[in-house]
């Protein structure tokens, strides 16, 4: 079992930035991928980023790539998600995710991701 907890979320202007931090408990952290997904009200979950376990190789959604950095401390059993140049569109729940590692492509599907923390709001004004 992981168990996953989010923090960071807030309130920020358009253009501000924001860093979410997810920590991890249980099993190895180092052995898993980690991911971000967000959920806006009334659509669908949707990819952020990941990070993979072995050798820090990211991927990042079209809509986030060159203003998000996924990064992760593994001492610390901790993910984090930077976020600059905000938008109001980036307004969602925002989600880590881990998956045990397994060779092959980056997981960017919700379900395939085992466990899943409670999630942080976080709102960007226009």
């Known amino acids: 079992q992981v168990q996953l907890g989010e923090s960071g979320g807030g309130l920020v202007q358009a253009g501000g930035s924001l860093r979410l931090s997810c920590t991890a408990s249980g099993r190895t952290f180092s052995s898993y991928d980690m991911a971000w997904f967000r959920q806006a009200p009334g659509k669908e979950r949707e990819f952020v980023a990941v990070i993979r376990a072995y050798f820090g190789i990211t991927y990042y959604a079209d809509s986030v790539k060159g203003r998000f950095t996924i990064s992760k401390d593994n001492a610390m059993s901790t993910v984090y998600l930077q976020m600059n140049s905000l938008k109001p569109e980036d307004t969602a729940v925002y989600y880590c995710?881990?998956?045990?590692?397994?060779?092959?492509?980056?997981?960017?599907?919700?379900?395939?991701?085992?466990?899943w923390g409670q999630g942080t709001q976080v709102t960007v004004s226009s």
């Open positions: 995710a881990a998956e045990a590692y397994r060779p092959g492509p980056a997981s960017t599907a919700g379900s395939a991701y085992d466990y």
